[in-house]
């Protein structure tokens, strides 16, 4: 069975600071997707960046980049310069790319609040 | 709107009643998926369908919960005798393509609170 962790409940940074949002995983499927969702008040989960576990290079997308090490079973999610409107809660999710298995499985979520 | 769409947003019943929850997907998309959203955590998956073939219903919590797509289009997700564990937010997501590669992100819709009395 899959498993998705998120240690960190609530998380509080300056605005224009960097800030890192963990996440840890557990699978025993040879290969795999990593996701990570954006979620505001609104309830609209917004898709950020995705990580193929043989990618060779850790995924960019504008502000946010995953810090993956496969190694440890972790898929960290960076955002550079964070602005006001990063305030959300944030999800890690996995997807397993064998046939037929296309749930997402997420973690429980960081609550991110971004201070001005 | 190009977006996935769901209805009603809100939806207050009483325990033991029916409820309906209807999900329109992004036009052409082959995948659509049904979650379920506790308060203060993260979803969990509850059913997948390919066009409107229902090929994973392993996460429906009890056969309460009924999930159809009878055209492969609109998605309804419906409750029998609601109970109040049942109150949670449904997530709908549909995904373009019924492989894994890269690009086949889910996209969600806003989800419809249902809140049972």
């Known amino acids: 069975a899959q498993k998705i962790t998120q240690t960190q409940p609530g998380m509080f940074v300056q605005e224009k600071e960097a800030v890192t949002l963990d996440c840890t995983y557990d699978t025993s499927d040879p290969s795999y997707g990593l996701f990570w969702y954006k979620q505001p008040s609104s309830g609209e989960m917004i898709f950020l960046i995705y990580q193929g576990s043989y990618d060779q290079q850790n995924a960019t997308e504008g502000r946010y980049s995953l810090n993956f090490q496969k190694a440890r079973k972790s898929a960290n999610l960076v955002i550079s310069a964070s602005q006001l409107g990063d305030s959300a809660m944030y999800f890690c999710?996995?997807?397993?790319?064998?046939?037929?298995?296309?749930?997402?499985?997420f973690g429980q979520g960081t609550r991110l609040t971004i201070n001005p | 709107g190009a977006g996935v769409s769901q209805s009603p947003r809100y939806k207050v019943a009483k325990r033991g009643q029916d409820v309906a929850l209807r999900c329109d997907p992004i036009?052409?998309?082959?995948?659509l998926f049904w979650y379920q959203q506790a308060l203060g955590q993260g979803p969990e998956f509850l059913t997948y369908?390919?066009?409107?073939?229902?090929?994973?219903k392993s996460g429906l919590p009890s056969d309460r919960f009924f999930a159809e797509r009878p055209e492969g289009s609109v998605s309804t997700l419906k409750i029998q005798r609601t109970q109040q564990e049942d109150s949670a937010v449904y997530l709908c997501?549909?995904?373009?393509?019924?492989?894994?590669?890269?690009?086949?992100?889910?996209?969600f819709g806003p989800g419809t609170r249902l809140t049972v009395l």
């Open positions: 997501a549909s995904s373009r393509h019924r492989d894994r590669g890269r690009y086949n992100e889910q996209f």
């Open positions: 999710a996995m997807r397993p790319s064998i046939q037929g298995a296309q749930k997402l499985v």
């Open positions: 036009s052409g998309h082959v995948s």
């Open positions: 369908f390919q066009n409107e073939a229902q090929l994973d």
